[in-house]
């Protein structure tokens, strides 16, 4: 186990209402500029000189490329570089966790930068342009000559898991297979009082984020391959220097204020093509991809087939959870075999489950790739435990509410795979009080309206597996002047990463948040902090964060007591300065010019290791397998239109144990964001794929909700403090798309007494379900 | 390649520029003139993110030719206040937390303001379908309605702490 996290010296453990920031919600640090538009985001910047990359992309989702010339392309007017994979100095990107220990066997995937001979989706990379103007590079590609010969794909995942399916890699379609076992499922639903089995369906979804996947590199001083990108994970800088066949320390990547990530910017998008552009043509160049190019080829999340059998006690207790799972990787692995992971851990959903069986695989297809997605596994998991627990209850005559709080996990409960819960959870309170917040019920708003409610639970890991030996750093340091400077190489995607960074540092040291400068996400020049992703940076950086300012408080207070002729426990520190109890007052530049005096440095380099644990067998209950969970519980009312099918959410309530909330707005924000992206994936998101052709390429055809699709999110936030983070913070970026589809389920079945298996939950669907159109669809 | 010279006016400033006969005024915007506060989100009318008020009225600048501007005024967020100062509206989405990863804000800023400025009284619902044509994909836009709430003529005066309360549990 890694050393404990120093906890602030006294001020983490201080009671809330001793708090000066944490805890505020305050206005975040880029908030104005944001405002004004004065945020240069990744497509915004130019240099002198600067190309413009594009990508030519393969039209069929499974072929052999015979040939392949560029010489007509190359001739073009303006047209500096046209590369193949002939041109790629090592042409495999491993998908490797980035900076930590890797090569956990099936959790290093392989991703071939161009295609070679081979392409096995629509839209796979095939080869890059740089020219002068963008009319120039897309002649380019169209003149690029390819042949290719049509091959036999396999698009269903059923059908790939056959023995004699088409192969999508020489090697077979199985990419990875996670079994969990507790108890004896088989022998415990012999004897359960009640069983329900059901089937369970979740599609292709797209992050949409509004800013495309975009960036630009150059050739900076010493040759060091830089490039500008909107990335969740400026730690790619490696996966370039390994493409490009440079040392490391030869790429420098800087991350830029992201115009949304949601785990789309978290796998390599443009960095490795700039950076291969950039070595080529020795010029800087920019690459933005088109709305179109990254609905059509950029990763999806996972669809899954999932398969319940649940079985209770006649009083709601539940002594059995059976689970099969089957998950879509498209064509390449990238971090599926993490993604099953994640949902096989949280399967069982926030219960306790004496017998448990799980078992999981995820296949190749020939369709578009899919990897990491905001709730990453865990969030498609809901459906099938939340659709499980109402039509437990409706068999048993019970409250949604009451057997729900029956079997909520506590804390001290295991988890199937074995984890034993060591922090507070907050189910069942979050159940009765999301519950309980949508007050008495209403009448629907018109005739041919039905109204209905739902309820559902999730669990939600935040941080890293632990055997990846998550770290993270940072360095606060005073200036002479006594204002504060925090420095860390996270990536803010908008989350309000690294305002609620500031706000930590501005308690530990008692200065005002506003005058915090905070410099982030440069892989050359700020301390590493890892990925924001995995609900981690909250969690990773802000320990960091909350190291780096408890060292330097350490340093500089007894500098301040000794000027003051005080005891150092009697020394409070404020924007002005240090003050003794008398309020004798010392300016910061005094300490700090006395300080350098003495070679007491201004300054500290904070390292959070998290808890770290060894690899853990699955199959035979290994135990912890993440840091810490995030729970919660979202209520919904909907009006269900009998005569259309269509589904209006009416009233939404989502409730969260976030442990302690630094910046409650910032955590509303995400509570509200989550749970509107979570209705999107419930009501109308669907990447429609034909035999691997990929049907919505655009906006217009993928919708994602607007503000008239759904109403006020009402975010509750719990508190219990008990959290990992700084300050007993929880993580809540994922956590809340995970409840909202199941519990729009559950509100359709109270409304109209018919139970949809298969998001999204349309109006067809619906109309199919209620007979409107034609005989009702079986339910599996 | 057909050529034409364009006159307008952006953010008050009168611009003469050559444009190609085929070339967006959001590509004008942004390659040519350096607007690059108009974002591009789509770039197929949808997304609402390259929104820019012409003659005060929003609209989608991806799907405009450049060429139709000429006479006319445009207006881009850097617009809606002088350098360094803040429209009370901008103002407003800053201690809502109405701005996260901010692509959309430019965007929807301009949708409102166009909004307010026709309708200084609104309803919730009526900002609902006021800008149900710019997505945002980080707020759930619970909070940029509370914004524009906040900065419209019926509102109660700002809380004094500057920050929208926080809902706890």
Redesign the interface.
Known sequence: MAKSPARGGSVAARPAEELRVVG?????H????????A???A??WQMPGMLHGVVLRSIYPSARIRRLDTARAAAIPGVAAVLTARDVPNNTLWTDVPGQTSQVGALRARIQVLAERVVRYQGEPVALVAAETLEAAHAALEAIEVEYEPAVGVFDPEEAARPDAPRVHEEGNLLARWHVRCGDADAALERADVVVEHTYRCQFID??????ECGVAWIDADGVVTIRVATQVIEHFRDVAEVLGLPHNRVRVIGT????G?GGKEDVTVEVFLGLLASRTRRPVRM?W???ESLLARPKRHPFRLHYTTGASRDGTLVAQKVDLLADSGAYAYLSALVLMYATVTAAGPYRIPNATIDARVVYTNNPPTSAMRGFGGMQMVLGYESQMDRLARRLEMDPVAIRVRNALRKGDRLPVGQELDTHVGVAEAAQ?AWAALGPRRAPSAPGRRAGRGLACNIQPYGRIVWLHDWASAWVGFEMDGTLVVRTGVPD????QASSLCQIAAEVLGVAVEGVAVHIGDSALTPLAGTTTATRQLYMSGNAVLQAAAGLRAQVLPVAARMLETPPDRVTLSDGGAADASGRRLEWAAVLKECARLGVSRSHLGVYHAPAGDPVDLDRGGGRIFPDYTFGAHAVEVEVDIETGAVAVVRYVA?HDVGR?IN??????QI??????GLGYGLMEEVVLDRGVNLST???SYL?P???D?P????????SGEGKGPFGARGIGEPPIGPPAAAIANAVEDAVGVRITELPITPERVARALGLLGAPRTDP | MTELIVAFTLNGERREVRVAAHETLLTLLRDGLGAIEVKDGCGEGVCGTCTVLLDGEPVSSCLLLAARVAGRQVTTVRGLAPVGSLSLLQNSFVPHGAAQCGFCTPGMLLTAHAFLQQHPRPTREDIRRAISGNLCRCTGYVKIIDAIEAASAGAAPASPSGAAPARRG
């Open positions: 505020r919600p305050i206005a975040r880029d908030a104005r500029d944001k405002v004004q538009a945020i240069l985001y497509a915004d992050h949409a984020y509004l800013e495309p204020y992201v115009g949304g949601f933005i088109s709305r179109q009080r995607v908008g989350g309000g409730c909330a409650p707005q910032s955590v509303e924000g509200q964001g989550g749970a509107v992206m655009n906006l217009a994602i607007t503000s008239l759904v006020d999110v009402e975010p509750l936030l719990l508190e």
